[in-house]
């Protein structure tokens, strides 16, 4: 069983910074897929960031882009999301995921999910 556990979250002001991280105890993700997706209250679970399975490339979404910043070693543990410029809009639950078969945004091919860590923006 892969337990992957996310920190980092808190309360922050709009234009503040977090600095999201993903730690799996004794695992390695060299040929997986890592991302970060998140859960708004009432919403569905959507994709954030992620960095491919070879290569370290790196995803986001457009709502995201040129604000966060997904980072990791070869080992892709741990993994770091970092955010600038956040908005009331990024609140929500964070959540880190690992993908087996490498896909990336979609959250259906994510095989083991962490708790989540709850990010808060106030205006």
């Known amino acids: 069983q892969v337990q992957l556990v996310e920190s980092g979250g808190g309360l922050v002001q709009a234009g503040g910074s977090l600095r999201l991280s993903c730690t799996a105890p004794g695992r390695t993700f060299s040929t997986d897929a890592v991302g970060w997706f998140r859960q708004a209250p009432g919403k569905e679970r959507t994709f954030v960031a992620a960095?491919?399975?070879?290569?370290?490339?790196?995803e986001y979404a457009d709502s995201v882009q040129g604000r966060f910043t997904i980072s990791g070693n070869e080992a892709k543990n741990p993994v770091y999301l970092q955010m600038n410029r956040l908005k009331p809009e990024d609140t929500a639950v964070y959540y880190c995921?690992?993908?087996?078969?490498?896909?990336?945004?979609?959250?259906?091919?994510?095989?083991?999910w962490g708790q989540g860590t709850q990010v808060t923006v106030s205006s």
């Open positions: 960095i491919t399975a070879l290569g370290g490339a790196t």
């Open positions: 995921a690992v993908s087996v078969a490498g896909t990336t945004s979609d959250s259906s091919a994510y095989d083991y």
